[in-house]
């Protein structure tokens, strides 16, 4: 969701061999880095994708609201009907559970961060402060116009209503945290709410950062205590812990990818992950969508975990067997599916989580003044002409205000660092 297009090289293994093996086991014990060159990984682009507009089914819901006496979310409100939701036959699952896909992009962002930033950052050839430079010219722009485009629109919204739309902790003192990329999840949900995922990202980005520079992630066993300190508070700061648990995994399972790609032993791995993965969604689809499994016994046999176990079920054990294996396929030289058409999908997809809501808020707009019916969010055509927009909009913005304005402030930044580096070097 939120990662460089600088995500544009990957590790293309060497020619199989036992000795290679060997120096391979050896420079991952010792934490040595062993010479890659590198590829695109563009089925993580689509993973990421899909997994925005995941989230965006999810947020479906929100029109349900509508009509409504409480147009503002609550923790105390009933559980909402889902079943008259566009293409439900087809769409249950994303409506009931997309939520977790905010634990897909975590993982995607660990597995990319430590392969880009990792040795650079721990070799000190990518400062600090260029690190950040990086992340803020990415991130900052589209949040800073979408808030405040949201905070117009709401403001609107609630002169016509006399409630805010879904967020409600919309004052000045939310409008400067949120100026400032605080943004809190649930009750504390202000202006574009869905960024409060942003924010996890930047507090991981710091975490990694920090750790990196320090020369740490040379050694697995480092993320991978980070991780367990994550699921040890998960219970209580649920929020924080899925961003610990999810970027520093993907981590862990980019390290495992660079330990399977040279293997002897790939393509049995690659089987019996691909295996566990088909086996794994399977079940999850099979969950979701057998008639049986709705009711009864059948459905606590073959899926004999619930709620949160099995949220961290399919979080972190179907999750990352699923990129490891996108990306042990997307290496494999006789791959013959071309991913790189699916990878617009990830260009888009900051574009189309920050987007979402706003355009939300444009036909709740419509839909309360009475330009659409208050049927039009159980209408397949609708979410069909929503979805159309959106897709097409993220792009636009992409094309026309993203890469432009990111290009341009990452100029300014290294005039200014040329600058300053030839007025230190002139005589006094």
């Known amino acids: 969701m939120t990662d460089d297009n600088l ?130 010219t990415r991130l900052y722009p589209l949040h800073l116009v979408t808030l405040l485009v949201v905070a117009a629109l709401e403001l609107t919204f609630r002169r016509e209503t006399g409630q805010f739309f879904i967020y409600g902790a919309n004052d000045l003192s939310h409008f400067l945290r949120g100026l400032l990329f605080f943004q809190s999840n649930g009750a504390g949900a202000s202006f574009n709410g869905p960024t409060w995922s942003i924010t996890i990202e930047l507090i991981m980005y710091g975490l990694f950062c920090a750790v990196a520079w320090f020369g740490l992630l040379r050694y697995a066993l480092v993320p991978f205590v980070i991780f367990l300190l994550g699921l040890f508070i998960y219970s209580k700061h649920q929020n924080i812990a899925m961003g610990i648990c999810g970027f520093f995994e993907g981590g862990l399972v980019y390290y495992l990818f660079l330990r399977v790609r040279n293997s002897v032993h790939r393509p049995k791995i690659f089987l019996m992950t691909m295996f566990a993965c088909v086996a794994g969604w399977l079940a999850v689809l099979a969950g979701n969508y057998a008639p049986l499994m709705a009711h009864g016994d059948f459905a606590r046999f073959i899926l004999p975990v619930n709620g949160i176990a099995l949220r961290l079920s399919v979080a972190y054990i179907l999750f990352p067997l699923t990129i490891l294996l996108l990306a042990m396929h997307e290496t494999t030289a006789t791959t013959t599916f071309r991913y790189r058409y699916l990878s617009w999908l990830g260009e888009i997809s900051y574009s189309s989580y920050l987007l979402h809501f706003p355009l939300q808020l444009i036909f709740a707009l419509a839909i309360m003044r009475g330009f659409l019916s208050l049927k039009t969010e159980n209408s397949d055509v609708f979410l069909l002409v929503y979805g159309g927009i959106l897709i097409a909009l993220s792009l636009v913005v992409f094309r026309g205000f993203e890469l432009p304005v990111q290009r341009k402030l990452r100029e300014s930044w290294k005039r200014m660092v040329h600058l300053s580096s030839s007025s230190r070097k002139q005589p006094a």
């Open 7 to 136: 995500q544009s090289r990957l590790v293309i293994a060497p020619e199989h061999t036992a000795t290679s093996v060997q120096a391979l086991t050896a420079a991952y014990l010792l934490g040595i880095i062993l010479p890659e060159t590198r590829v695109r990984l563009h089925a993580l682009d689509a993973l990421r994708g899909l997994a925005a507009l995941a989230v965006v089914l999810w947020h479906w819901q929100h029109f349900q609201l509508l009509g409504t006496h409480q147009l503002t979310w609550s923790n105390t409100a009933p559980p909402l009907d889902h079943s008259h939701q566009p293409f439900f036959w087809a769409l249950s699952l994303f409506y009931s559970s997309g939520y977790i896909a905010v634990d897909l992009f975590f993982l995607i962002s660990g597995f990319i961060f430590f392969w880009l930033y990792a040795d650079r950052l721990g070799d000190r050839s990518l400062s600090v402060i260029d690190f950040w430079v990086l992340r803020i």
